[in-house]
């Protein structure tokens, strides 16, 4: 099977979506110095909101967590500036701005005209090329995604607090692993975090409660040999894991953005 086109609808058939998504409406306008985006995909239109600090800075292109919105980020935006990158938070359907309903195949499928706008956009406004993504949580699978089949553009990603096993969220959603597709389903998606090429980070916190450290360390044998280094947060569950390793944390991207920059030339 072509792991570019996986069956992803196989874990939406089961109602799945109805556990994984916890959508929220959110009409808060931008602070001074952000603006809000609109990015089309099939069926609906994506919110989102670009934090500019300076164009000649990197920029992430960022997918949140379950439950999140792009405004969560207002006050977490100028720490990205101080670690030397701007930041485009990209939310799911459903989810603040957007319109459309949240599911599996969904959140993969939008990531192709997502990043395609993503890069437009950034030329069009005269920002260097130097270009990341990163998924927190939920949001972690588009940035996999990203990072698998359109990758072209972006100097590396990184992963918070995310897992990439779709193993254990098929058994989740009822499905039998002994199943003919849904085992091309698994094969298929491990095959693509396999030939990943970008370098990555991962950021977890040592006792999240909701994707534990193992996810973490599957995530990593996943990857290609050599391409991953791992940051665990000492003391840090899901939700936290920004405060209470903050400067763990940012001092891990400031280096990450740097490293991958200077390997990028």
């Known amino acids: 099977m072509d792991d570019r086109h996986l069956p992803y609808h196989l874990l939406d058939e089961t109602g799945l979506a109805r556990m994984l998504f916890f959508p929220r409406p959110d009409p808060v306008p931008p602070p001074p110095g952000a603006e809000d985006l609109d990015f089309q995909v099939e069926g609906a239109s994506l919110g989102g909101r670009l934090y500019l600090h300076d164009p000649a800075l990197p920029t992430i292109l960022y997918f949140h967590g379950n439950g999140e919105v792009a405004s969560d980020h207002d006050d977490i935006a100028p720490f990205y500036h101080d670690a030397g990158a701007n930041l485009l938070v990209c939310e799911f359907r459903g989810y603040g701005r957007s319109t459309g309903r949240p599911s ?7 990531c192709a005209p997502v990043v395609e706008q993503f890069h437009r956009l950034l030329d069009a406004r005269g920002c260097a090329t130097l270009r990341y993504v990163m998924g927190r949580s939920m949001g972690a699978n588009c940035a996999l995604e990203i990072a698998a089949n359109h990758a072209d553009g972006f100097a590396g990603f990184i992963i918070e607090s995310g897992a990439g096993n779709i193993r254990r969220l098929a058994l989740r959603a009822g499905l ?6 849904v085992q091309a389903l ?4 491990e095959a693509k975090l ?22 973490a360390a599957e995530l990593f044998n996943l990857l290609p040999p050599g391409s991953a280094e791992v940051v665990v947060i000492p003391g840090a569950g899901h939700n936290d894991i920004l405060w209470v390793g903050h400067a763990e944390y940012f001092a891990a991207i400031e280096a990450f953005l740097v490293q991958s920059g200077a390997a990028r030339g």
């Open 194 to 215: 396999r030939r990943i090429a970008l370098p990555a980070l991962i950021i977890h916190g040592q006792h999240d409660e909701l994707v534990p450290l193992p996810y």
């Open 176 to 181: 039998d692993p002994a199943d003919a597709s």
């Open 104 to 110: 599996f195949a969904a959140l993969i499928a939008d």
């Open 186 to 189: 698994i094969d298929g998606h």
